[in-house]
């Protein structure tokens, strides 16, 4: 199976402040990696799919970046509903596997 | 909208077996590839397994942990997924979510039922 490894583990940070986190695949997966917002005690949601398509009703202060195995999530300037984790999957491979999570907190 | 609602989550003892439901609407089911993914508590999301539609053969794959003891059907003239769970162990104590499988990602997601395996 193919590995997904985030960092960091987890991130603190402030409103307003631009926050990146990075999504590292074992093998090449192309641009087949989607991103994942999870609010505490709530579902995940897709944020974005094929490295950079935001999905619908995402906002655009999300972006992604990347190629081949390394991968960033960019939120431009953070809002209080951003705080939560954060997942990147890869599907190129079978079965699709996710990264170990990134936790946006206060700081 | 979207909406995937899942049941049939409780506690079960180790070796014990479990079925979980799902129901779907706001878009076409039948046309519909789905996946259920599980979360242990306080842990990462992990795919269990995926049905493809009835016209695109109706097939079934699942995640290495899970194989020859997870089964995935659904009757798409009601709207509903399934999750037969057989031969339960600690391991397996998660959120499950049923999830809408679109080219490998997930984009929709139900809000999870909770199994724990435990005597």
């Known amino acids: 199976d193919i590995q997904m490894t985030q960092s960091p583990s987890t991130l603190s940070a402030s409103v307003g402040d631009r926050v990146t986190i990075t999504c590292r695949a074992s093998q090449s997966i192309g641009s087949w990696l989607a991103w994942y917002q999870q609010r505490p005690g709530k579902a995940p949601k897709l944020l974005m799919y094929?490295?950079?398509r935001l999905e619908s009703g995402v906002p655009s202060r999300f972006s992604g970046s990347g190629s081949g195995t390394d991968f960033i999530l960019t939120i431009s300037s953070l809002q209080p509903n951003d705080f939560a984790t954060y997942y990147c999957q890869q599907y190129v491979g079978f079965p699709g596997t996710f990264g170990q999570g990134t936790k946006v907190e206060v700081k | 909208e979207v909406q995937l609602v899942e049941s049939g989550g409780g506690l079960v003892k180790p070796g014990g077996s479990l079925r979980l439901s799902c129901a779907a609407s706001?878009?076409?089911?039948?046309?519909?590839?789905m996946s259920w993914v599980r979360q242990a508590p306080g842990k990462g999301l992990e795919w269990v397994g995926r049905i493809k539609s009835n016209p695109d053969s109706g097939t079934t794959a699942y995640a290495a942990p899970v194989k020859g003891r997870f089964s995935i059907s659904r009757d798409d003239s009601k709207n509903t997924l399934y999750l037969q769970m057989d031969s339960l162990n600690a391991e397996d104590t998660a959120l499950y979510y049923c999830?809408?499988?679109?080219?490998?990602?997930?984009?929709?997601w139900g809000q999870g039922t909770l199994v724990t395996v435990s005597s």
């Open positions: 999830t809408i499988h679109r080219s490998g990602y997930f984009n929709s």
């Open positions: 706001g878009f076409t089911f039948r046309d519909a590839w």
């Open positions: 094929e490295t950079s």
